[in-house]
């Protein structure tokens, strides 16, 4: 035995058959208590983490896999337990133990935006980027959320490029598409209308099926005249959304207006 442990002799048969050392439990006992809920697994983790930490000074054996073991708690107190402050302290341990490495910093910035802390997530990410290109997709959504459109397209943008044909840059184009309608919105709102219609017809290209950047399109077509072109665009809009207020308002008054004038 090690200081002082003892494996249970006939197995967690009941929760009071346990020693009170967690480490001495085969994988097989402990699979077993868990599915009887005779343990959970936030314990279990949390036991071992303790031991790792008391004997590591000593062995130093241990302290590349701190990090990911932090990271476990981390996820189990979230979402095992809902204990937002446990996770937190959790993500920020396998932080300081692995500052160099991405991914604790990646699954923090997660937990911080979900938090609705998206200057701190951005933060992270900012640094995550440095070792992780791919964190670029997180980056770029944060900043978008932020209203930082013009940097999160250049940060999404980049992280398109870099991987084109990759499966996972299919939700960075949605991304882009809505960062170019937001700018495409803004612009239309200052009365500039050429840049207006420019970055919608980039909305619309990356994302043929958001309504509201037809719609968008349509509006700043219409505003220069250009009933012909804009016609087509709240028609697409009404398409993919029957009940689009604006849309279906647009192309009445647009065609409404085109009648009159043949």
């Given at each position: 035995?090690?200081?002082?442990?003892?494996?249970p002799?006939?197995?967690?048969?009941?929760?009071?058959?346990?020693?009170?050392?967690?480490?001495?439990?085969?994988?097989?006992?402990?699979a077993?208590?868990?599915?009887?809920?005779?343990?959970?697994?936030?314990?279990l983790?949390?036991?071992?983490?303790?031991?790792?930490?008391?004997?590591?000074?000593?062995?130093?054996?241990?302290?590349?896999?701190?990090?990911?073991?932090?990271?476990?708690?981390?996820?189990?107190?979230?979402?095992?337990?809902?204990?937002?402050?446990?996770?937190?302290?959790?993500?920020?341990?396998?932080?300081?133990?692995?500052?160099?490495?991405?991914?604790?910093?990646?699954?923090?910035?997660?937990?911080?935006?979900?938090?609705?802390?998206?200057?701190?997530?951005?933060?992270?990410?900012?640094?995550?980027?440095?070792?992780?290109p791919?964190?670029?997709?997180?980056?770029?959504?944060?900043?978008?959320?932020?209203?930082?459109?013009?940097?999160?397209?250049?940060?999404?943008?980049?992280?398109?490029?870099?991987?084109?044909?990759?499966?996972?840059?299919?939700?960075?184009?949605?991304?882009?598409?809505?960062?170019?309608?937001?700018l495409?919105e803004?612009?239309?709102?200052?009365?500039?209308?050429?840049?207006?219609?420019?970055?919608?017809?980039?909305?619309?290209?990356?994302?043929?099926?958001?309504?509201?950047?037809?719609?968008?399109?349509?509006?700043?077509?219409?505003?220069?005249?250009n009933?012909?072109?804009?016609?087509?665009?709240?028609?697409?809009?009404?398409?993919?959304?029957?009940?689009?207020?604006?849309a279906?308002?647009?192309?009445?008054?647009?065609?409404?207006?085109?009648?009159?004038?043949?």
């Open positions: 035995a090690d200081e002082g442990g003892r494996r002799v006939n197995g967690p048969q009941t929760r009071t058959d346990f020693s009170t050392d967690l480490h001495w439990l085969s994988l097989s006992e402990a077993h208590a868990i599915a009887h809920k005779q343990l959970s697994p936030v314990e983790t949390q036991a071992l983490l303790k031991r790792i930490e008391r004997l590591d000074p000593r062995l130093n054996a241990f302290r590349p896999d701190l990090a990911a073991a932090h990271l476990s708690q981390a996820a189990l107190r979230l979402w095992y337990q809902w204990d937002w402050a446990g996770a937190e302290e959790s993500y920020r341990r396998a932080v300081d133990l692995a500052p160099g490495d991405a991914v604790p910093r990646n699954l923090f910035a997660t937990f911080l935006s979900l938090r609705g802390r998206h200057d701190e997530a951005i933060a992270q990410l900012r640094l995550a980027v440095e070792d992780f791919d964190a670029r997709a997180g980056l770029g959504a944060e900043l978008l959320f932020k209203g930082e459109f013009e940097e999160g397209i250049r940060v999404l943008d980049a992280f398109v490029a870099a991987g084109p044909t990759l499966a996972n840059r299919a939700p960075a184009r949605v991304l882009l598409a809505q960062g170019h309608r937001a495409a803004r612009a239309f709102a200052a009365q500039r209308v050429a840049t207006a219609i420019g970055e919608a017809r980039l909305s619309v290209s990356l994302d043929p099926r958001d309504a509201d950047a037809h719609n968008v399109l349509g509006a700043a077509l219409a505003s220069q005249g009933l012909a072109a804009a016609i087509p665009e709240f028609q697409a809009a009404v398409r993919i959304n029957p009940q689009h207020p604006s279906v308002n647009n192309l009445a008054r647009a065609s409404a207006i085109a009648g009159e004038t043949r």
